[in-house]
């Protein structure tokens, strides 16, 4: 599809978010797990004194809808069960998404296990979307977030990836879990979580150029 490049800043694989999802093996965990995804294609507005979760947009290339990034979030409850894709409530499509390469890799090994059910599975996913954007809120949150607010979704991103990453990850890969990596990895996962979330904060309400 053809976008409009001076309206907007097109995110594709070669943007470092997405070549992230890709790359990252821990990640694994998000998609096939928690059903945590990114779109193939997404496209941020250049303009607009609006913060930059305002100003991205997933489009649907089967109708062409641009659905605000906020349809599929955690405020919505839609972040997450995105196992085949980011369903269009607009055409009942679903719009393609970015595979993580070991995500990947672990699908096509076991192809042979889940093969025979990929389409009965996908259509009881389908049939389960219309209910989940019913009552989709795109309106901005009022309330500024605190330091207290980061702090401890920091915190929880922390532990989410201490333990995907030092118990979870070692488990798949059959590597060993040792004390010492829990306990280095404690502090470390924490404030990690807390820099990332405040830095996550600081550019979702960054503004783009005024002219
Ligand atoms: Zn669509």
Redesign the pocket.
């Known amino acids: 599809m053809n976008y409009d490049k001076k309206k907007y800043i097109i995110w594709d694989w070669k943007n470092p978010v997405i070549s992230h999802w890709i790359i990252n093996p821990g990640l694994v965990v998000n998609e096939l797990l928690l059903g945590q995804t990114v779109p193939k294609v997404m496209l941020i507005e250049r303009k607009g004194n609006k913060p930059f979760y305002q100003r991205s947009f997933i489009p649907?290339?089967?109708?062409?809808?641009l659905h605000s990034g906020l349809k599929f979030s955690a405020r919505n409850k839609t972040a997450f069960k995105n196992w085949f894709g980011f369903y269009?409530d607009?055409?009942?499509?679903i719009?393609p998404v970015q595979r993580n390469l070991t995500s990947l890799l672990i699908l096509i090994l076991t192809f042979p296990i889940w093969g025979w059910f990929r389409k009965s599975m996908q259509k009881s996913w389908l049939d389960k979307q219309p209910e989940r954007y019913r009552n989709i809120n795109l309106e901005i949150p009022e309330k500024k977030n605190t330091t207290r607010d980061y702090l401890k979704s920091g915190l929880y991103f922390g532990i989410f990836m201490l333990v995907s990453m030092g118990i979870i990850y070692p488990l798949i890969y059959g590597k060993e879990i040792t004390l010492k990596s829990i306990v280095i990895g404690v502090p470390l996962w924490i404030i990690g979580g807390v820099a990332s979330e405040y830095t996550m904060k600081l550019w979702m309400n960054k503004k783009g150029k005024t002219q």
């Open positions: 649907c290339p089967h109708c062409g809808e269009c607009n055409c009942k499509e719009i």
